[in-house]
């Protein structure tokens, strides 16, 4: 089977994570700064922090907005559970705003809901705007509508490190409060498990640093009285254990020198793909002029007028010939654990119909021509 994505790992990446085990820190050694600072350094963000997961980065990105009970979140529906539950664990709401046809959340759809969430005082707290396959959201539009209400954005960038928005780097936090990478083995660069809290506000880092480490901190400027003695520490937050280790930190920073390589290499095969399904019956990635796609994940829609299957055929077929294909994502508001919060599909029908249509093929770095070809091939075969 030629899964949807997979990691790259290099003799180097070993060797780097062999010399941690060796070394006298498997976690909270020099590896984890080190890699905070080359992805600071990369994206342009002032402050980097790493942590065991973009989940956990989502919730601690939350909670340092002051996302609480009677808040509201509101995401896309077409992205990873993650992005929505984060705030369900701050036990704030969560609503959806419908996609355009880039997959991302529609700035109409967006303005639209903010002027009418503003007429009757339901306005969210924070907005996860979800940079879908690796394109970038059109945040400047997005921050001046979140200025404009009182809304602070955050960006989950789980598919988009590598990529770029108006020629510079995604995770600048230009147009966000907050910036979020997952650092998962089918994503962009790998820690085998692991994710990225990225800001320019000293405050908010501060207080991401505080909870992803139980709330306790070391600095006695922080605490409520002078240090009882060289040991003392104090718990001042409630927070969590979302620590990375040196292991992990160590790969991340590894996989950082090849980043480049990975995006240019994605959207070369992006484009041979382009190239080789102009013809078929499918709706093809939108490309944005602002926005260089990480291209984490290539979908295409099919046009299913104009075949003569169903979705769930294609899909399978794909599958029987040896061909990982994915779907990315079922809609949110569809999730037994959202249905109950009354959600109506209707209100989302771009994303029902991305829902009836979106098939992701292969995409990672290592994917040969030729197999490329055969994935291009069977879906041929499928759609004729
Ligand atoms: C993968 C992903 C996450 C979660 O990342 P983890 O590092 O696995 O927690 C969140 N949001 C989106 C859009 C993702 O694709």
Same mark, same amino acid.
């Given at each position: ?25 498997? $976690? ?13 350094? &990369? ?35 077409? $992205? ?84 770029? &928005? ?59 009285? $002078? ?10 937050? +409630? ?87 994915? +779907? ?53 075969? +499928?759609?004729?």
């Amino acid at each position: 089977m030629i899964p949807y994505g997979r990691q790259n790992i290099s003799q180097e990446d070993i060797d780097v994570v062999s010399a941690v085990l060796r070394s006298d820190f498997l $976690t909270q050694g020099p590896a984890i700064p080190h890699f905070e600072c080359v992805v600071a350094q &990369y994206t342009g963000a002032r402050h980097a922090l790493a942590v065991n997961s973009a989940t956990s980065a989502l919730h601690i990105a939350c909670l340092a907005l002051g996302l609480g009970a009677g808040d509201c979140l509101w995401t896309s529906p077409i $992205t990873f559970v993650a992005s929505a539950n984060c705030g369900l664990y701050c036990g704030a709401r969560v609503d959806f705003v419908d996609i355009d046809e880039t997959g991302n959340i529609g700035i109409a759809a967006l303005e639209a809901k903010l002027a009418c969430a503003s007429r009757d005082g339901s306005l969210p707290k924070v907005l996860v705007a979800v940079h879908l396959a690796g394109l970038s959201c059109d945040m400047e539009a997005i921050a001046a509508l979140a200025a404009r209400y009182g809304v602070r954005v955050v960006e989950d960038a789980s598919h988009a490190i590598g990529g770029r &928005y108006q020629d510079a780097p995604v995770g600048n936090c230009r147009y966000s409060d907050i910036t979020v990478f997952s650092f998962h083995p089918v994503k962009i660069v790998t820690t085998g498990e692991g994710g990225m809290a990225l800001t320019n506000d000293d405050a908010l880092a501060a207080h991401m640093d505080l909870l992803r480490s139980h709330g306790i901190t070391r600095d006695p400027a922080r605490m409520t009285h $002078t240090p009882d003695g060289p040991w003392y520490y104090q718990q001042i937050a +409630l927070g969590f254990n979302y620590r990375i280790t040196d292991m992990q930190a160590a790969l991340g920073a590894s996989q950082m020198t090849r980043i480049d390589e990975f995006v240019v290499k994605r959207n070369a095969l992006s484009q041979r793909y382009d190239r080789l399904l102009a013809n078929l019956p499918l709706d093809l990635p939108v490309h944005i002029s602002q926005s260089y796609s990480a291209r984490h994940i290539y979908v295409v829609r099919l046009r299913l007028a104009l075949i003569g299957c169903s979705h769930r055929e294609v899909f399978e077929g794909m599958r029987q010939r040896g061909i990982g294909v994915n +779907l990315h994502y079922i809609p949110v508001y569809l999730q037994p654990w959202y249905k109950d919060m009354g959600f109506n599909p209707d209100d989302f029908p771009h994303s029902q119909a991305y829902y009836a249509q979106a098939i992701s093929l292969p995409m990672y770095p290592d994917l040969t021509d030729f197999q490329q070809d055969q994935v291009v091939n069977a879906l041929a075969e +499928l759609l004729a």
